[in-house]
């Protein structure tokens, strides 16, 4: 778990980690030299849990530099990367295991249920066709996002220590650096399956960098992968098709970031140029702008969210629970079911009262739920 000033979204963040229905774990917090109470947060669980190492840098390095060393330090069979400021299910560990046994395969994912801080509707990475377990190759991870499917480089793989060895993340990449890594694992011949079960669930704010790309990450990521194409050589024709794709794509982006940039520092002269030149510019800004305002003004406010809710067959009901080893992985997946759940705290802390495991189990997926049990006379918290 790469750290850099996330704060109290640390707290619920360690807390799915170390509530896992799989308790042989640890949980490696690599600290990017955070100027909040990040390490205080940390220290005070390590208080209670043996589990919890904590490594801290002297200086900012990065999201790839702090990973790299957990890397170096992660002596479990099995590697998960968790975002400092997300959350996990708590069966999330012990059902990708189950799946990637079931696979026979070297890295599996899930989808990511995204949940917004400003109260907009939760939201699923995979499409709706993505509904059973599927593998990805080189070709089909590189033009993930570019050919109309979700874009997989956002997705947090679980990998096999054996497979990943010394292979680490490429420093030089702020953004794209997951992409990246699983890459080139797959250019080495390690398979991947993805699970469209959304176990991860992925917080949508203001502070997160993955949300919004830079000039200079955009600069990055096409000269990484220009250097991964001469490094390769000769490539079979549809994985030259999708590096081409993305390399068009990425360009593509890399200019309309040059026009915002240029814009917010009111360097009007090359706002015109680029939107002479790039016509097509001009339209992208317009549909961005359009698509934020529209965003913003259907978001709704969190005070209209209910403040409590009962789970399970007599209340709101929720599927059947399904123990891991009963779980047929080639069915469809029920992620509109937990879609549907996610939203009832619209980002905001909601109370979960569960009178059985399927409750339980589907609490899971509601990312602010403080989930209470129906059956104790004095509710005692559980997860917050």
Known sequence: MANFQAGDKLVPAMQSVLRQSVADLELIVCDDASGDDSVAIVERFMRDDP??????????????????????????????????????????????????????????????????????????????????????????????????SAPLGYLKPM???????????????????????????????????????????????????????SVADLEAMIISQTVMRAWLGAVPSELAQAFDCRQEQLANGLAFEELVAAIKDRRLGQVASLLLSEPRLGRRLWQS???????????????????????GASARHVPDYIPVEAEDWTAPRQRQAW????????????D????????????????????REAVVHAERELVK
């Not at 702008?289 to 789970?311: D, H, I, M, N, Y």
């Not at 009262?353 to 899971?364: E, I, L, R, V």
Request: hydrophobic content about 45%; glycine content about 10%.
């Open 159 to 213: 990998i096999r220590a054996e497979v990943l060895g010394d292979l680490r993340y490429d420093e030089s990449l702020r953004i794209g650096e997951d992409y990246d890594l699983v890459l080139r694992l797959l250019l080495a011949g390690a398979a991947m399956s993805i699970l469209p079960e959304p176990y991860y669930l992925y917080r949508r704010h203001s502070g997160s960098i993955s949300h919004r790309l």
């Open 51 to 148: 589990r919890i190492s904590l490594i801290r840098a002297d200086a900012n390095g990065g999201p790839a530099r702090s990973r790299n060393r957990g890397l170096d330090a992660a002596r479990g069979q099995w590697i998960a990367i968790v975002d400092s400021d997300d959350i996990i299910h708590p069966e999330r560990f012990e059902r990708l295991l189950a799946a990637v046994n079931h696979a026979g395969a070297d890295l599996i994912a899930d989808d990511l249920l995204h949940f917004y801080e400003d109260g907009a509707p939760a939201s699923l990475l995979l499409g709706a066709r993505q509904d059973t377990l599927f593998s990805v190759d080189a070709a089909q991870w590189v033009g993930a996002g570019f050919d109309g």
């Open 289 to 311: 702008f359009s698509e934020g305002r529209r965003r913003k003004a259907q978001a709704p406010r969190a005070k209209q969210v209910a403040g409590a809710v009962t789970l």
């Open 339 to 350: 879609l549907e759940l996610a939203d009832l705290g619209r980002g905001q802390p909601i």
């Open 352 to 371: 979960v009262t569960c009178p059985d495991q399927s409750a339980h189990y589907a609490a899971g997926f509601i990312p602010m739920a403080r989930i």
